[in-house]
């Protein structure tokens, strides 16, 4: 049961363009979203993240939108540069004390920023 | 600045073998984490940790054990590795309900 999922497997954009990756949940209980970036060959690193209490989040470039009646967010990145380009996950996670930080994840998009 | 570090980047094991991957954090995060990463699966968690000697089962556990003896250190243990588990793995670690810091990866090739 995929909790997590993001449909688009890739995306491909124009340097200078906007990228907009989805994100679909269904655990109406998950309150704290978050996006990783991973390069080949290293570890995911966090990039934005957005509570459920709101509907969006910017951080220069990157501006994640939450909307819960659909159980859908977004990243938006713009301008799209080369560097980029990689892997990005999605998840999702329960605030309090018994979740302990679980993360879930969803299956990644591949994103590739052509010059 | 926050480092987890992982004791190897590539492994490669024979079928069988009992192989063992370490993961040390230097930010006295209570929680520790082992995912393995593959292509249309994303990250799927294997076995978290929230304090010392303390372990939960994840999404996918089979084949797999843990060990936690010191709060900076937590080790995946592949008990009899097999063919499917050829995966990246990756351990993380964090202190607070949100958001995870991750180490390098470990590829591991099991032939």
């Known amino acids: 049961d995929q909790q997590v999922k993001q449909n688009s497997p890739s995306l491909s954009v124009q340097e200078g363009r906007i990228s907009i990756l989805n994100c679909d949940y269904t655990n109406s209980m998950f309150d704290y979203f978050l996006w990783y970036k991973k390069y080949p060959a290293e570890g995911p690193t966090f990039l934005i993240s957005i509570s459920s209490i709101k509907d969006k989040n910017e951080d220069g470039r990157f501006t994640v939108f939450l909307n819960k009646s659909a159980k859908h967010l977004s990243l938006h990145i713009v301008p799209s540069q080369p560097g980029d380009s990689a892997v990005y996950f999605c998840?999702?996670?329960?605030?309090?004390?018994?979740?302990?930080?679980?993360?879930?994840f969803g299956q990644g998009t591949i994103l590739t920023v052509h010059p | 600045d926050v480092k987890v570090t992982q004791s190897s980047r590539y492994l490669v094991k024979r079928t069988g073998e009992k192989v063992f991957l370490e993961c040390v954090q230097d930010m006295d995060h209570e929680n520790m984490f082992w995912y393995r990463q593959d292509p249309g699966l994303g990250l799927r968690l294997i076995y978290f940790?929230?304090?010392?000697?303390?372990?939960e089962k994840g999404d996918i556990p089979e084949g797999y054990s843990v060990s936690r003896e010191k709060k900076e250190r937590f080790s995946l243990i592949l008990e009899s590795a097999s063919t499917n588990q050829t995966s990246m793995y990756l351990c993380?670690?964090?202190?607070?309900?949100?958001?995870?810091?991750f180490g390098p990866g470990t590829r591991l090739l099991v032939l």
């Open positions: 993380a670690s964090s202190s607070l309900s949100r958001g995870q810091y």
């Open positions: 940790s929230y304090d010392v000697k303390m372990k």
């Open positions: 998840a999702a996670t329960l605030s309090g004390g018994t979740s302990y930080g679980k993360l879930t």
